[in-house]
């Protein structure tokens, strides 16, 4: 089984101020993917990434996959309230089942 | 589209009593899953379907049985629910070509079993 680690856990940051959150593993992955849930509510994907170095933007989200394609990282840029909630990230872990990290809870004080 | 719904939203159960949750996509998806999510647990599977009429166990089976009779519709039953099947359930489907890792979740059911 693959495992995905992500760091860090928490995350309590003021409205404005940017952050980063990060996505390892030991084993190299085809695609990763990056989920946004907010409280009370089922994950939604937010972008997938396939390609070792690739960079994707959303709004004020920059996804980032590492060369060897065994970790990956979210910048998020004057974070906002509406930021609040859970980062997931997750890959295949065969056989078209996924493996998911355990994610990153954040939240953004006004 | 509606994507994945799943009914209901909220579940107060008894020890030893059963019940069923549903799961429905209108996405013509063929894979289908069910997690329970459990605060420092993340995200573990239970049950998952790669087709209609087909289905297997993932992660933390036990307790539970899934029925996948209609390609759009994907069940996850509890016959005797326990204190530890006490968590939120969210139902996912995805496509099997192109990117089937990408995975569309329903709102999620809210299981207290007392």
């Known amino acids: 089984t693959q495992l995905l680690e992500q760091s860090p856990q928490f995350l309590s940051i003021q409205e404005g101020e940017n952050l980063t959150v990060y996505c390892n593993s030991s084993?190299?992955?085809?695609?990763l993917q990056w989920y946004r849930q907010e409280p009370g509510e089922g994950p939604v994907l937010l972008v997938t990434?396939?390609?070792?170095?690739e960079v994707k933007k959303l709004k004020r989200l920059t996804f980032q996959f590492g060369d060897a394609r065994k970790d990956s990282s979210l910048h998020i840029t004057a974070a906002q309230p509406g930021d609040t909630g859970l980062y997931l990230c997750?890959?295949?872990?065969?056989?078209?089942?996924?493996?998911f990290g355990r994610g990153t809870s954040l939240i953004v004080h006004p | 589209n509606a994507g994945v719904t799943q009914t209901p939203k909220f579940r107060v159960l008894k020890t030893g009593q059963s019940m069923t949750l549903l799961c429905a996509q209108d996405?013509?998806?063929?894979?289908m899953y069910w997690y329970r999510q459990d605060p420092g647990m993340g995200l573990r599977l239970i049950h998952y379907?790669?087709?209609?009429?087909?289905?297997a166990k993932g992660e933390v089976p036990d307790g539970y049985n899934v029925s996948r009779l209609k390609k759009q519709n994907f069940l996850l039953g509890l016959e005797s629910a326990a204190p530890s099947q006490t968590s939120v359930y969210f139902c996912?489907?995805?496509?099997?070509?192109?990117?089937?890792?990408?995975?569309?979740f329903g709102p999620g059911t809210r299981l207290t079993v007392t």
């Open positions: 996912a489907s995805s496509l099997t070509s192109g990117a089937p890792y990408e995975q569309y």
């Open positions: 084993s190299v992955f085809s695609s």
């Open positions: 990434v396939v390609t070792g170095g």
């Open positions: 997750a890959g295949p872990g065969g056989s078209y089942i996924p493996t």
């Open positions: 996405m013509n998806h063929e894979y």
């Open positions: 379907s790669v087709g209609e009429g087909t289905t």
